[in-house]
């Protein structure tokens, strides 16, 4: 194992309780991302959302999604198709029924519609300033958002828990920046490469 995917790994145990320990009072933290998000709506435009459905403690994106379709924003859910490839994306609504992917989270059932997203919400375990973002080492948010970088504009949002900030994110070749942060004290630009 090289010295970045170790420390990642150690990060990541780090980061695990970490978030553990910020997710005291969910449901205030969840509506406050979504009211912080879409006051400053205007400044991602009229492009299509990609969310995912929260597991474990990740910070709830659930009222952001149904706010986003309140306001007339397409949302879609992202799913696992292939184990070493990009994820897809189809139509969330919340009557869209919803059934575990391989990896335990939950994605539309199999035949809704599949869309690109404009905006990619992600989560994570850490970022930084910079843009770096730790996620759970699958790789699928990073081969997905440089596919979707190849194929045209993307915005890469990271969505956590403020206290989810660390100094430095070791990044390689194949990780993928972000562009901007949501957390439950709102929205800011990083200093993506």
Known sequence: MNDVAHHKRLLRAEAK????????????SANLLAKN??????????????????????????????????????????????????????????????EEGPLGTMQPVVGQIEMTP????????????DGGRLGYGGGYYDRTLAALRKDGHITAVGVAYAGQEIAHVP???DDEYLDWIATENGIRKLSAR
Do not use: H
Request: include cysteine.
């Open 17 to 28: 309780i970490r978030r553990a320990g910020l997710a005291e009072d969910p449901k205030v």
């Open 37 to 98: 998000f879409c006051s400053c709506l205007d400044t991602f435009g009229a492009g299509i959302f990609s969310a995912y459905w929260p597991t474990k403690d990740e910070i709830d994106v659930r009222p952001l999604m149904s706010q986003l379709t309140r306001l007339g924003r397409e949302v879609l859910l992202p799913a696992v198709v292939e184990f070493d490839g990009a994820l897809i994306f189809q139509v969330w609504s919340e009557d869209v029924m919803l």
């Open 118 to 129: 404009n905006i990619l919400l992600m989560p994570l375990l850490a970022f930084d300033a």
């Open 171 to 173: 990044m390689t070749i």
